[in-house]
Protein backbone atom coordinates (compact mmCIF):
# COMPACT_ATOMS: atom_id res chain seq x y z
CA UNK A 1 0.00 0.00 0.00
CA UNK A 2 2.73 2.34 0.65
CA UNK A 3 4.41 1.75 -2.56
CA UNK A 4 0.70 2.98 -4.54
CA UNK A 5 0.41 6.16 -2.53
CA UNK A 6 3.86 7.15 -3.51
CA UNK A 7 3.41 6.27 -6.88
CA UNK A 8 -0.15 8.43 -6.67
CA UNK A 9 1.56 10.91 -5.73
CA UNK A 10 4.15 11.37 -8.60
CA UNK A 11 1.86 10.28 -11.27
CA UNK A 12 0.06 13.89 -10.15
CA UNK A 13 3.17 15.49 -9.30
CA UNK A 14 4.33 14.77 -13.17
CA UNK A 15 0.64 15.49 -14.41
CA UNK A 16 0.70 18.93 -13.02
CA UNK A 17 3.81 20.21 -14.36
CA UNK A 18 2.65 18.77 -17.65
CA UNK A 19 -0.19 21.05 -17.36
CA UNK A 20 1.81 23.87 -16.51
CA UNK A 21 4.59 23.51 -19.31
CA UNK A 22 1.34 22.83 -21.42
CA UNK A 23 -0.24 26.12 -20.41
CA UNK A 24 2.92 28.00 -20.50
CA UNK A 25 3.44 26.94 -23.80
CA UNK A 26 0.15 27.64 -25.32
CA UNK A 27 -0.61 31.46 -23.50
CA UNK A 28 3.12 32.43 -25.74
CA UNK A 29 2.82 30.53 -28.63
CA UNK A 30 -0.41 31.95 -29.78
CA UNK A 31 -1.47 35.34 -30.29
CA UNK A 32 -4.13 36.54 -27.88
CA UNK A 33 -8.00 37.12 -29.55
CA UNK A 34 -8.83 40.28 -29.14
CA UNK A 35 -12.14 40.80 -27.73
CA UNK A 36 -14.99 42.72 -29.34
CA UNK A 37 -15.86 45.93 -27.42
CA UNK A 38 -19.37 46.71 -29.66
CA UNK A 39 -20.40 43.30 -31.42
CA UNK A 40 -22.70 44.09 -33.87
CA UNK A 41 -22.98 44.11 -37.99
CA UNK A 42 -20.29 45.68 -40.19
CA UNK A 43 -22.80 48.82 -40.52
CA UNK A 44 -22.21 49.54 -36.34
CA UNK A 45 -18.27 50.44 -36.63
CA UNK A 46 -18.80 53.31 -39.27
CA UNK A 47 -19.13 56.62 -39.08
CA UNK A 48 -20.61 59.78 -40.85
CA UNK A 49 -17.78 62.10 -41.70
CA UNK A 50 -18.76 65.85 -41.63
CA UNK A 51 -15.96 68.38 -42.73
CA UNK A 52 -17.03 71.84 -42.04
CA UNK A 53 -15.29 74.60 -44.13
CA UNK A 54 -15.72 78.59 -44.69
CA UNK A 55 -17.08 78.63 -48.35
CA UNK A 56 -15.15 82.04 -49.34
CA UNK A 57 -16.39 82.02 -52.82
CA UNK A 58 -19.41 80.56 -51.85
CA UNK A 59 -19.37 78.19 -54.86
CA UNK A 60 -20.54 75.30 -52.33
CA UNK A 61 -17.17 73.28 -53.08
CA UNK A 62 -13.98 73.24 -50.57
CA UNK A 63 -11.32 74.58 -52.22
CA UNK A 64 -7.51 74.36 -50.99
CA UNK A 65 -7.14 77.88 -50.08
CA UNK A 66 -10.63 77.73 -48.08
CA UNK A 67 -10.56 77.06 -44.48
CA UNK A 68 -12.10 74.25 -42.59
CA UNK A 69 -13.83 75.53 -39.30
CA UNK A 70 -13.32 74.37 -35.72
CA UNK A 71 -15.87 74.43 -33.12
CA UNK A 72 -18.93 74.18 -35.17
CA UNK A 73 -21.50 72.45 -33.34
CA UNK A 74 -23.57 69.83 -35.85
CA UNK A 75 -25.83 67.30 -34.22
CA UNK A 76 -27.37 63.96 -35.61
CA UNK A 77 -31.03 63.41 -34.90
CA UNK A 78 -33.84 62.04 -36.56
CA UNK A 79 -35.49 63.82 -39.47
CA UNK A 80 -39.22 63.53 -37.54
CA UNK A 81 -38.09 64.85 -34.29
CA UNK A 82 -34.74 66.71 -34.66
CA UNK A 83 -35.21 68.05 -31.05
CA UNK A 84 -34.97 64.74 -29.08
CA UNK A 85 -32.18 61.77 -28.51
CA UNK A 86 -29.62 63.68 -31.24
CA UNK A 87 -26.02 63.03 -30.91
CA UNK A 88 -23.81 66.25 -30.70
CA UNK A 89 -20.20 66.90 -31.51
CA UNK A 90 -18.16 69.94 -32.53
CA UNK A 91 -16.00 69.88 -35.42
CA UNK A 92 -11.90 69.94 -34.34
CA UNK A 93 -9.21 71.51 -35.76
CA UNK A 94 -9.64 70.23 -39.11
CA UNK A 95 -12.71 71.31 -39.22
CA UNK A 96 -13.89 67.75 -38.81
CA UNK A 97 -16.37 65.79 -36.47
CA UNK A 98 -17.18 61.53 -36.71
CA UNK A 99 -20.49 60.20 -36.14
CA UNK A 100 -20.38 56.58 -35.04
CA UNK A 101 -23.41 54.87 -36.63
CA UNK A 102 -23.73 52.48 -33.87
CA UNK A 103 -25.33 55.19 -32.09
CA UNK A 104 -28.14 55.21 -34.75
CA UNK A 105 -31.38 53.09 -35.01
CA UNK A 106 -30.52 49.71 -36.92
CA UNK A 107 -26.42 51.66 -37.22
CA UNK A 108 -28.23 53.03 -40.79
CA UNK A 109 -28.67 56.49 -41.48
CA UNK A 110 -31.82 56.35 -42.92
CA UNK A 111 -34.24 58.95 -41.37
CA UNK A 112 -31.45 61.18 -40.11
CA UNK A 113 -30.47 64.35 -40.72
CA UNK A 114 -27.41 66.40 -39.52
CA UNK A 115 -27.93 69.69 -37.95
CA UNK A 116 -25.54 72.62 -37.94
CA UNK A 117 -26.13 74.52 -34.70
CA UNK A 118 -23.45 77.39 -33.72
CA UNK A 119 -22.51 80.28 -35.97
CA UNK A 120 -18.69 80.85 -36.29
CA UNK A 121 -18.03 84.11 -36.00
CA UNK A 122 -17.01 86.08 -39.49
CA UNK A 123 -19.50 83.00 -41.44
CA UNK A 124 -23.39 82.79 -41.36
CA UNK A 125 -25.27 79.59 -42.14
CA UNK A 126 -26.39 79.11 -45.94
CA UNK A 127 -30.47 79.38 -46.46
CA UNK A 128 -30.70 75.61 -45.18
CA UNK A 129 -28.34 74.49 -42.25
CA UNK A 130 -29.15 70.47 -42.55
CA UNK A 131 -28.16 67.98 -44.79
CA UNK A 132 -30.52 64.62 -44.90
CA UNK A 133 -28.62 61.56 -44.52
CA UNK A 134 -31.41 59.01 -46.42
CA UNK A 135 -29.02 58.43 -48.62
CA UNK A 136 -25.50 58.44 -47.21
CA UNK A 137 -23.17 56.14 -47.49
CA UNK A 138 -20.95 56.03 -44.68
CA UNK A 139 -18.16 54.04 -46.69
CA UNK A 140 -18.17 56.43 -49.78
CA UNK A 141 -19.58 59.50 -48.87
CA UNK A 142 -18.78 62.73 -46.65
CA UNK A 143 -21.30 65.21 -45.42
CA UNK A 144 -19.22 68.85 -46.96
CA UNK A 145 -20.89 71.71 -45.08
CA UNK A 146 -19.64 75.60 -46.74
CA UNK A 147 -20.33 78.53 -44.15
CA UNK A 148 -20.36 81.64 -46.00
CA UNK A 149 -18.70 84.86 -45.12
CA UNK A 150 -20.87 87.94 -43.70
CA UNK A 151 -20.24 90.82 -45.08
CA UNK A 152 -17.43 91.72 -42.99
CA UNK A 153 -15.74 88.59 -43.58
CA UNK A 154 -16.04 88.97 -47.85
CA UNK A 155 -13.36 90.69 -50.50
CA UNK A 156 -16.13 92.54 -52.04
Given at each position: ?15 SLA ?138
Open positions: MKWQGKTNKQTWTVLALVWLATACTAAEPTPIRTDPGPAECEQRVLVIVWGDLNEDGVPDPDEPTLENVQVMVTTQGNPTENGIQLETNEEGRANFPTRELENCQTTGYQALFLRQVAGYEFPAQPVVDLDDFDPLRDTVYFGLLPTNDNSDG
